[in-house]
């Protein structure tokens, strides 16, 4: 990071909802890791503050940017949305890793960063490792993106993938992909779309600030879809997938997610298995792909310290 | 710009060879595209200097950004590389869309550029409006590119396609692109693997600042494949494709232009016609690819604006 970078990381507090470990106590980082790797629960290492939670951490501490990592919850976007406001409120910057407090209060959010002098990113939260707010906002940068298409969730494209090649059916593509640890055992969010949806409305809003809700996509999921259906499609040289689209008719933004035929010329006719791919259309670039990225731990957390580095560049 | 950059772009001149037009001098940028408009050649335009070429006019103007539209001359580098020289020498930035100065020399333009405080960009000579130099700096920041897998010219993939598509000979292939304007009176550069191996040579000086020399890379173009090797790996499902690769051997950076079979797995095998991609493998994100983006004089300009965006931005 020094040298690459020229950035002087340090990590000055990690917290759960039931502990803390805080650097000014004094044990060190590889000590910490040291137990971890011996597979000892974080809230029961040594020097780790037992009952310190998030809330309490990011009180108490002074760092300037926090790592939001917490499970999706697209109610009420908690426990993400208190924390991202206590730490912006406090002037620090953010990088998220998930989509409830984003989808649910982007626009508070937004406001409160601008206002504290803080960033928001969340290049980690939309697709992680493949880079698609990112690409929209810098790599495209003077182009008018006018449509964008996305295979944005990697369990449902495995389940269509997997019965497209073997003829299986939903029930028995979805069972490989929670025994390959896949699908999470309550699947509903990634297989009836509302993962999708979710990504979708944060690459709206990063792309065009559009203010666009939840409850505005039109989302339709992968549950009811049959071999039959896929095998007919192939008949014809088609492929099924699970499309995230946002365009736009007239000054309306429109969204959905639904089952798409598509011919081998689309871009994202051959992202098969847990890969995901989004395609931008713009007006001066034509379009551009990019397909890719490990969606697993290691590749979130890549995502992350991609998020932590441009934010460390922009204060 | 203003709104969504919050950017105050102003052109204070352009240049040729033979011409050039000053704001300075009173006509109006829509009045000079109205005569543009009407067919006029640039040096007979009104109120354009006759025998101001683009030394001359560079070192008359006050500016922050110098925009290098120049024919690439892999031999010396000129005439970009005097004028990349001389915008640099009196502190501007400079976005370049020619590939000869930034083959031949790089690290003295990057100097240059360090010691007067400006910026070099060359998003637009690399693949134009395909981001790649950007994606692998800004987008996978962070994760380490350990090899890197392009189809860098939209020619010879035309032709490549075209031969695979209709059995064609590759001497019908060329004439077939040359007749619709992809391929240059003269492909030399294109053919033979050239314009790849250069674009090889920018993008590892941009990922790795590797100091990459053109005549380091083994260069193989295609001027020799024939219509039964392309049908002979159509047999076994594969496509021929010419290849810019980098990779690291040890601390040795290894680069190749080749023909190359690639499996329907590979994210360049479904890239067609006049089309580009490139394929970045890292140590924590996988392998990201990025496909599309125009060839045409638009998408160039597009890169060009993106690159100047991005300077104005650092300056």
Known sequence: MRRRYELDLELVGIATARAAWLSSDGQSVPSLLAQLHRRRAFHELDSVRPGWDSARTIAAVEADVLVEATPTNFQDGEPAASLLRLALARGWSAAAASKGALVQHYAELRDLARDSGGH?????????????????????????????????????????????DHGVSFAAALQQAQARGIAESDPTLDIDGWDTAGKLVLIANAVWDAGLRLDQ?????????????????????????????????????????????LSAEHPLA???????????????????????????????????LRDVIHLAKEA
């Open 120 to 164: 928001l990113r969340f290049g980690a939260a939309t697709a992680a490792a493949l880079p698609t707010v990112d690409l929209a906002r810098y790599c495209l940068a003077g182009a008018s993106i006018t449509r964008v298409e996305g295979i944005l969730n990697g369990t449902t494209n495995f389940i269509l993938t997997m019965m497209a």
């Open 217 to 261: 996509v039109s989302v339709r999921g992968i549950r009811q879809v049959t071999a039959a259906e896929i095998r007919h499609a192939a008949g014809y040289r088609r492929v099924l997938k699970l499309i995230g689209s946002l365009w736009w008719e007239g000054d309306q933004l429109r969204a959905s997610v639904e089952l798409r035929s």
């Open 270 to 304: 051959h992202v098969n298995g847990a890969e995901k791919g989004t395609v931008f259309f713009t007006d001066t670039m034509d379009r551009v792909a990019v397909l890719g990225g490990v969606s697993d731990p290691v590749g979130a957390a890549a995502a992350l």
